[in-house]
C-alpha cells in the first residue's frame, strides 16, 4: 500500500530530529573553526534533477521528504511549464558570497538562484559608479561600468521578501550607522539651508513693499539696491549649499516618481540604486502620475550619462550619474512592462537581466539549519568593504588581459554570428548589450575578489581582469541569456494556450486513458485555435514535455497524426493528494 504524503511528511520530521541530536547543529559543528576558511555545505532534502550541481560546498541528497509526483499531480495536469532554463552556475560567484547564498538557500528552502542574482545584484549596487571597464582600452569609447539593472521573476511565497532582506541588512544597518554618526553636520547643513530660503523670501518682500511705495527719494532706491544685493548673496550661498549636499545616506530607494530619483541621485552625488520586492517603479515611470512615460533618468543612469535638472532657485548639473536596479518581483510585473512601448522602444528592458529561480514548493522541508553566523560576518564585512571602498582616478579604470581580450573578441563573433543564424531573433537589442553585461559582470566579479587590496591603495596590478574571471563571467552570461530569451519572448503566451489544450483535452482521456484524439478532434474541442497550423506547434510542445504522446500515420490523403495521453498528465488517480 502507498504510503500517504502525511506520513511520508511525518517520517522525515521524525528522520531530521533524529539526525539533529545525532549530528548537532550547523552552528556547532563550525564552533571553534576558523572563519576565514570555513566552507558551508548545503543540506537540502530536495529533488534536484534538472539542477546543475552547485559546487564542492554543496552536496545535496537525494534523499524525498515527499513524493513529489504525489503533490503535483493535480497541479502539473493542469499547469505547464516549458522553460527548462539552467541552475545558476554558482561555483562561478566569488567564495564568500557564494557560501552565504548556499546558507540562505538552505534556511529559507527556495532556490539558490534567487539569492545567487540577488547577492550579485546587491555587490553591484555596492560599487555602483565606483569603477569603469575598458574592454578596448582606455583610448576607445566602449566602457561599462559595475552597475547591473536586474530582475528576478518569482512566484509569491518563493521566498523573495526572505533572502533579499538578508542579503540587504548588513549594508543598512551600515547605512543606519553612517547617519547616526552625522546627525549633527545633517542638522547644521538644513538649518543653514533654511537660513538661506528665509532670506530670500524675505528680500523678496521687502522689494515687493518698498516698490509701493508712492514716494521715490534717493534713501528708498538705496534700501531696494541693498536688499537685492543681500538676496543675490543668499542665492549664491543656497547654490552653494545644494551644490555640497550634507543629507542622510540612502542606499537605495524602493520607489519614486523620475523627479524624485533625480533629485535622490543629486544628494547622493550621481549615485543611486533602486532595490525592491514590489514592482511599483515600472508603473510610476510608465506615468502612473503624469501620464507620460519619463525614462530619462533611468535610461542615462545605465551608462555614466549627465543629468539636468532646473530648479527654482537656479540649475544643477551632474556630468555623470550611475544606478544600479535589484527588482525582485511577480512575473505580472514584466507582463505589465512589456506592454508599455517606450520601454521596449527606448530599450529600458534591454538594459535588464532576468532570471526565473526554480520553484521550491512541494520539495521544501519544515526544519532546516540556521545560517552559520561565521558565513554572516564574512558577508557583512564584505558588503561593508565593497560600499566603503573609494578608488581614485586612475585606480577607477580596469582593462582585461591579453588572454582576456582574446577570448572576449571570441564572444563577440559568437554574439555576432547569432544575428545570421536565428539565434538573436526577437531579441536583437538585448543581443546588442549582452556582451557589455558580460564585461559589468566580469568587473564586479574583480573587485569582490579584490576589495582588500584594492581599498590599500594604488596597484597596477589588480587594474588587469583576467581570463578566468571573464570566464567565469560568461557562464553567469550564458546564464542570464537563457533567462532573458524565456522572460521576452512570449513564454508566457506558450503556457497559456498549452494549458488551454489541456484543459480542453484532458476529461475525455479521464473517461477512457487509452483514448486516441486526431488533430482535427482536438481543434473541435480547442476552438481558439484558427486551423491545423496555429495548434500544431503547441501539439508538439505537450509532447516534448510528455503530456501527450504522438503517433504518425500515413492515409490516402497524406501524413497525419493522433494523440494519446503521456505521463505527464497524472491520470492515475491513486496517485493524487
Not at 552547485?54 to 545535496?60: G, I, K, L, T
Not at 534567487?114 to 583610448?139: F, M
Not at 571602498?389 to 586612475?394: F, N, P
Amino acid at each position: 500500500m502507498q504510503e500517504s504524503v502525511i506520513d511520508v511528511f511525518t517520517k522525515d520530521i521524525e528522520n531530521q530530529n533524529t539526525k539533529e541530536k545525532a549530528h548537532g547543529s550547523v552552528d556547532e559543528l563550525n564552533k571553534g573553526g576558523a572563519t576565514e576558511d570555513i566552507q558551508f555545505e548545503s543540506n537540502f532534502s530536495m529533488d534536484t534533477s534538472g539542477c546543475q550541481s552547485s559546487n564542492e560546498h554543496s552536496d545535496c541528497s537525494t534523499e524525498k521528504v515527499v513524493d513529489l509526483d504525489a503533490v503535483k499531480s493535480v497541479k502539473r495536469g493542469s499547469s505547464v511549464d516549458f522553460r527548462k532554463l539552467p541552475s545558476f552556475p554558482i561555483d562561478s560567484l566569488p567564495r564568500v558570497l557564494r557560501d552565504f547564498v548556499l546558507a540562505i538557500a538552505e534556511n529559507t528552502q527556495s532556490s539558490p538562484d534567487l539569492g545567487a542574482v540577488t547577492g550579485l545584484g546587491v555587490c553591484s549596487a555596492c560599487l555602483t559608479g565606483k569603477a569603469i571597464l575598458y574592454p578596448k582600452g582606455e583610448n576607445s569609447t566602449w566602457k561599462e561600468s559595475s552597475n547591473l539593472y536586474i530582475m528576478v521573476l518569482a512566484n509569491s511565497g518563493g521566498g523573495k521578501s526572505p533572502v533579499l532582506g538578508t542579503l540587504m541588512s548588513p549594508i543598512e544597518q551600515h547605512v543606519l550607522d553612517i547617519n547616526n554618526a552625522n546627525k549633527r553636520r545633517i542638522a547644521e547643513y538644513r538649518a543653514q539651508v533654511d537660513i538661506a530660503v528665509g532670506s530670500i523670501e524675505s528680500c523678496k518682500r521687502a522689494i515687493a513693499v518698498a516698490a509701493t511705495t508712492k514716494e521715490s527719494t534717493r534713501s528708498n532706491r538705496l534700501s531696494i539696491k541693498e536688499i537685492k544685493h543681500n538676496m543675490e548673496v543668499a542665492t549664491v550661498d543656497l547654490i552653494n549649499l545644494q551644490e555640497n549636499p550634507v543629507c542622510e545616506r540612502e542606499f537605495s530607494v524602493t520607489n519614486a516618481t523620475p523627479e524624485a530619483f533625480g533629485d535622490y541621485l543629486v544628494e547622493n552625488g550621481g549615485v543611486g540604486n533602486i532595490i525592491s520586492s514590489e514592482g511599483g517603479i515600472f508603473e510610476v515611470f510608465a506615468g502612473l502620475y503624469s501620464g507620460v512615460p519619463n525614462l530619462d533618468v533611468l535610461l542615462n543612469a545605465y551608462d555614466g550619462g549627465s543629468l539636468r535638472i532646473r530648479r527654482k532657485y537656479g540649475k544643477q548639473s551632474i556630468d555623470h550619474t550611475f544606478a544600479s536596479t535589484n527588482l525582485v518581483v511577480q512575473q505580472t510585473v514584466l507582463e505589465e512592462a512589456k506592454k508599455v512601448k517606450a520601454f521596449v522602444d527606448r530599450g529600458l528592458l534591454a538594459r535588464f537581466l532576468f532570471a526565473f529561480p526554480e520553484s521550491m514548493a512541494g520539495r521544501r522541508r519544515a526544519v532546516t539549519d540556521e545560517i552559520p553566523e561565521s558565513l554572516t560576518q564574512n558577508y557583512a564585512a564584505l558588503v561593508v568593504k565593497l560600499e566603503s571602498l573609494r578608488l581614485s582616478d586612475d585606480m577607477s579604470k580596469f582593462f582585461f588581459s591579453e588572454d582576456a581580450d582574446l577570448l572576449w573578441q571570441r564572444e563577440f563573433m559568437r554574439i555576432e554570428a547569432g544575428y545570421c543564424d536565428g539565434e538573436n531573433d526577437g531579441l536583437e537589442p538585448d543581443a546588442s548589450k549582452h556582451l557589455g553585461k558580460i564585461c559589468r559582470i566580469a568587473l564586479i566579479l574583480h573587485i569582490v575578489e579584490n576589495v582588500d587590496e584594492l581599498a590599500k591603495g594604488d596597484n597596477p596590478f589588480l587594474k588587469t581582469i583576467g581570463c578566468d574571471t571573464l570566464e567565469r563571467a560568461m557562464e553567469i552570461g550564458r546564464y542570464f541569456w537563457a533567462h532573458t530569451k524565456a522572460a521576452l519572448i512570449g513564454t508566457r503566451e506558450k503556457e497559456e494556450f498549452a494549458n488551454y489544450i489541456i484543459e480542453k483535452i484532458k476529461p475525455a482521456f479521464m473517461k477512457n486513458r487509452t483514448t486516441i484524439l486526431t488533430t482535427s478532434k482536438i481543434l473541435d474541442r480547442c476552438r481558439k485555435f484558427k486551423g491545423k497550423e496555429h495548434i500544431e506547434p503547441y501539439l508538439s510542445l505537450l509532447c516534448e514535455y510528455d503530456y501527450l504522446v504522438e503517433n504518425s500515420g500515413k492515409s490516402r490523403k497524406g501524413s497525419y497524426s493522433t494523440y494519446g495521453a503521456g505521463p505527464a498528465l497524472h491520470l492515475d488517480k491513486s496517485k493524487r493528494c
